[in-house]
């Protein structure tokens, strides 16, 4: 079957650092998005990745492992308006986007 | 250019009614999927339609139904309404065409709140 796990809420400090981990199992992989999802709003696009690697982008980054199926997304300098969900999409054989749960980052001063 | 619209915002229905709700994707786009998300499944996709034909269909009971109409706006119906029913239905469009990876970009949902 298919699977994408993250966890379901994680806790951090305005200023620091976090990393939101997702694992994928799909059938077949066509790389992996993370979006942001503020409380009552619509998702919206952070990062793609289908090679493995680290992608850098302002102060999120997202990393890839195909051999391990698994991705990071990386928040640096966290500010109260990174309080939201974060959720994980894989791509698969049929270019289906297949949605974990979402990771709740909850910032506290 | 403007956004996915999704109409209603909110509805209220009580068990056993049915209800429609629409979808206006973003300009060229003629990708829509459909989402129900709830607090504890997260993401759960229903149904994505591409120049008016199904692509794809997730796991949910036939209650469960879409179209898509010449112009890619389309239309998610539910009948006889289930209390478990009760979500947040999002539709995203994207310029999706056959072995081509691309983004989706959200509408901001209809509310379905199940009596």
């Known amino acids: 079957g298919q699977n994408i796990d993250q966890p379901t809420e994680m806790t951090a400090t305005e200023g620091a650092i976090v990393q939101i981990n997702c694992t994928y199992q799909t059938s077949g992989f066509n790389g992996l998005f993370w979006y942001q999802q503020h409380a009552g709003e619509a998702p919206t696009f952070l990062s793609y990745?289908?090679l493995d690697g680290l992608e850098e982008k302002g102060r999120f980054s997202s990393f890839l492992s195909r051999s391990k199926g698994y991705s990071y997304l990386l928040l640096k300098e966290l500010q109260m308006k990174d309080s939201a969900s974060y959720l994980c999409?894989?791509?698969?054989?049929?270019?289906?986007?297949?949605w974990g749960a979402g990771t709740k980052l909850i910032i506290k001063p | 250019k403007a956004g996915v619209t999704q109409t209603p915002r909110y509805l209220i229905k009580t068990r056993g009614q049915q209800v429609t709700l629409s979808c206006s994707p973003i300009?060229?786009?003629?990708?829509v999927s459909w989402y129900q998300q709830t607090p504890g499944q997260g993401l759960q996709f229903l149904f994505e339609y591409f120049s008016e034909t199904q692509r794809n269909k997730g796991n949910f009971p036939g209650r469960f139904s879409g179209r898509q109409f010449s112009n890619s706006r389309s239309e998610m119906n539910v009948s006889t309404l289930e209390l478990g029913d009760s979500a947040l239905y999002l539709c995203?469009?994207?310029?999706?065409?056959?072995?081509?990876?691309?983004?989706?970009?959200f509408g901001q949902g209809t509310r379905l709140t199940v009596v």
């Open positions: 300009s060229g786009h003629r990708s």
């Open positions: 990745n289908v």
């Open positions: 999409a894989s791509v698969d054989s049929n270019y289906q986007l297949i």
């Open positions: 995203a469009s994207s310029p999706w065409s056959i072995g081509k990876v691309t983004e989706a970009f």
